[in-house]
DNA sequence: TTTAAAGTAACTTTTATTGTTACATCAAAA
DNA sequence: TTTTGATGTAACAATAAAAGTTACTTTAAA
């Protein structure tokens, strides 16, 4: 399976957003994150359906943020991308009627479903201003 | 990307072998999992090399617990399997140079290994035996 | 009217698991 | 001693989801 990078992608090219007052296009970020405009444009159609960004067509067109940072947590991200599920661990349901496998997945369920709240509760604790903002002021300063 | 279904499927039969005191044949196990015999003995093998179960070939030959499962844990397992990541979301690493790819990685992955580091606890405190011990032993009392 | 942008459909590539085929090896049974 | 029933294993195909690519349409500013 291969791993599902979107939400580091775009949250990299979020907070190099804030740092830019013009909108930026997809062709931008997708030198950002070293890939194809059309990549781009995929997911962050996704945050935009969502209300974390806006677009525009034509010259001078491309993406602005709708929100500060600081009203977007993690979660509102990973929600926006469309909620898939977060383990590579699966459940085999070929036979749903037999009581071992019943509580094998129990079992395992269970178990994932505590560890993805924890997870999912913390992304909801960080909003993206928090992003290395300590590294990332010193560092613009720099320039 | 596919899921590992491995942890779930080689449990499901583990458990089952349990009530059985004879040596159970890769191909009876496959038929516990729907799939074939060779997924089976790929699977098991790396069981065996981690000395929980062991096989003999030929006549009357086939597969057998090599201690009791209230001595093996779903942590155990899960090593013997590879101790593969569990999370489906990646980390972009383009741009390791990059102070905010660092920044969103640091804070994605801090994430995940809590995350992880309680699910891990939780597979090391559930021992084989208990998985749906109630349900199965009236299950098997019926037949 | 040209140009620079997003929007989008269709297809290919990638990558790891899973599935399959074929055959070697081994040990018990006939 | 030969047959049979089992594992061991190499090599390859199928599957699935993300990512990558190509080609084209639409839109709006220059």
Known sequence: ???????????????????????VTSEQMAEMISTNPVVVRRT??????ANYVTSTKGHHGGWKLAKPLA???LLDI???LG????FTIGLSDEHTQCVIEQAV?????DVMNEAEALMLKRFGQITLDKLGADKISSYLKER
Chains 1, 2 share one sequence.
């Open 1 to 23: 399976m291969r791993k599902d990078s979107r939400l580091s992608r775009v949250l990299h090219i979020l907070v190099h957003m804030q740092a830019i007052d013009r909108p």
């Open 44 to 49: 962050m159609a996704l945050l935009r359906t």
């Open 71 to 73: 009203n977007i947590t």
């Open 78 to 80: 990973h929600h926006a």
């Open 83 to 86: 909620d898939g599920s977060i």
């Open 105 to 109: 997945n129990e079992a395992l369920n």
